[in-house]
């Protein structure tokens, strides 16, 4: 039962992303309908090693379409890390209205990125962030999403041997054609147990 509990939050928290359910312009001129109000603060670490040299593109485009083009909204702020030999910081900004079409430099940016890289260095990007939420101290009236986009599981085993697979506990996994995302959320944990103490004591 608390299993089941712990799915239904996690597919609360994530389902407006998935549906990328946002009001705006996206190329193309057309319009996506949602309800989402809660400014969004989204960190995106793409793998740029050269095992996923194969699937970068297909990746990046779904990154342009379905992040960037319809997720995105006013107010929002992005950062984008590129996972290669060392993790490299290509993109830092707020979402403005001139950019609910999608952001142009942002998008030409990831369009440049190269899968080259001998490893994929994904922790420096995870403890940055984890130093971003720990010291900005989100305000609950803000979410907090972060994105890895990768090649397989195996790029991330350096990940899960280091402290920052606490970041990974609570997450939700989109596979694709070669290539996968994690979605995680920095206080989802806290979130879920309070709400597993509280429904395990309704049971009482």
Do not use: C
Not at 27 to 35: A, E, L, S
């Amino acid at each position: 039962m608390k299993k089941i509990l712990v799915f239904i939050i996690l597919a609360g928290f994530f389902s407006p992303f998935l549906g990328a359910q946002n009001t705006g312009t996206v190329p193309g001129d057309r319009t996506v309908q949602g309800d989402r109000t809660v400014p969004l603060d989204l960190y995106l670490v793409i793998d740029s090693s050269s095992a996923f040299s194969g699937s970068i593109n297909n990746a990046i485009k779904w990154v342009n379409d379905e992040v960037i083009g319809q997720i995105l909204r006013e107010g929002d702020s992005l950062v984008v890390w590129a996972a290669g030999d060392r993790g490299e910081m290509i993109f830092s900004g707020t979402i403005s209205s001139g950019d609910l079409g999608g952001n142009t430099d942002l998008r030409n940016r990831l369009s440049a990125l190269e899968a080259s890289g001998r490893r994929a260095d994904f922790i420096s990007p995870l403890r940055d962030i984890s130093i971003r939420t720990s010291q900005t101290q989100v305000p609950r009236s803000r979410l907090g999403l972060t994105m890895l986009v990768f090649s397989s599981a195996a790029v991330l085993e350096p990940v899960l041997r280091d402290d920052t697979r606490s970041m990974l506990r609570w997450s939700r996994t989109l596979r694709y054609e070669g290539w996968q995302v994690i979605m995680t959320a920095a206080d989802i944990g806290p979130r879920v147990q309070q709400a597993a103490r509280v429904y395990m004591s309704s049971l009482q």
